[in-house]
């Protein structure tokens, strides 16, 4: 295989996810391109802390600008696309619709459109999430169940898995996405509620702070390990047929489970330290969110490694060491 067909472009590299995924092809000998708006102040920390950021061709590209991504296929000529790029707190998203919009839509649109107009062959996955399912109160939701998107990063996710959809069946381009679940890490953002508690509850530990708010403790989630879901983005790529495939580790605990589990590792009582507040309850939170991994499970031989205590430790373990 020549070089050019082991191209690949990652948008939003420098994240969790992407940073994850580069590691994970650049040991398949893929030739990296991330994907940055500015050159000279992109977060370098995840793909130092994994030791790679030598290893990842940096482009300064505005993905909103379809000329600048068609030019971008143009020269790289890519064997594949991961799109993970775009906002990615649903509490941001609410104060800031446009750029929540914005970020996610159009990026979706210029490369599928670019790969349509260029009429090339590179492979198109595009970032999706359980957002897009809103509140479950029961059962799991799966590739079948409908989407009822209750904030605007849902929503905008929403319409970036119908666009990808629509060049799927309208011009046969290989676009498929994947509907991510919560999945975290030690590359996961400080204000990201796993982070946030683990981060809290350490400094309570080291007598730096009194206590933590947070809101309902009820809310439940499906927990996954972003290595694992990274391995499952490769998998749906590479699979002989483009389609959509829900991600997720069936591991559904509640934020009291995890502040609870988090505590106890640290010899602490969470019930002398943790107290709710409304700041922290939004009107439109989701409460429950459940998903059915068996599709991805029987067709790619995908499974998950970590149950949500390991991926806890890990955190812990990483947050400690800091």
Request: glycine share 4%; hydrophobic share 35%; aromatic share 12%.
């Amino acid at each position: 295989m020549s070089n050019r067909k082991k191209n690949v472009i990652i948008t939003g590299v420098t994240g969790q996810d992407g940073s994850y995924l580069a590691k994970y092809l650049l040991e398949k000998n893929y030739k990296i391109y991330g994907v940055t708006r500015n050159i000279d102040k992109f977060n370098r920390a995840n793909l130092e802390y994994l030791g790679i950021l030598n290893h990842i061709n940096i482009k300064a590209i505005n993905l909103k600008n379809y000329k600048a991504v068609k030019n971008l296929l143009i020269q790289i000529k890519p064997l594949e696309i991961y799109n993970l790029s775009g906002v990615t707190s649903v509490s941001y998203s609410f104060s800031n619709l446009l750029e929540t919009f914005e970020s996610i839509i159009l990026p979706t649109q210029n490369f599928l459109e670019s790969i349509r107009s260029l009429n090339i062959n590179s492979k198109y996955y595009n970032s999706c999430s359980s957002e897009c399912y809103g509140n479950v109160t029961k059962g799991k939701s799966n590739e079948s169940n409908l989407f009822k998107p209750v904030s605007p990063y849902g929503l905008a996710k929403q319409i970036s898995f119908n666009i990808t959809k629509y060049y799927r069946e309208k011009y046969n381009i290989f676009s498929s996405s994947g509907i991510s679940y919560n999945h975290e890490s030690p590359l996961r953002g400080k204000n990201f509620i796993c982070k946030k508690i683990i981060s809290e509850a350490i400094k309570i530990k080291k007598n730096k702070k009194k206590s933590m708010e947070i809101g309902n403790l009820n809310i439940s989630r499906d927990w996954g390990w972003a290595p694992d879901f990274v391995r499952a983005y490769s998998k749906i790529i590479k699979h002989k047929q483009p389609t959509d495939f829900v991600i997720c580790s069936d591991n559904n605990h509640s934020l009291k489970y995890i502040i609870n589990y988090v505590f106890s590792k640290l010899d602490l009582d969470y019930k002398k330290y943790v107290k709710i507040s409304k700041n922290f309850i939004r009107e439109n939170d989701i409460i429950r969110s459940a998903g059915d991994n068996s599709k991805i499970i029987s067709t790619l031989n995908w499974e998950p490694s970590y149950k949500m205590s390991n991926i806890l430790d890990s955190m812990i373990e990483n947050e400690l060491k800091k």
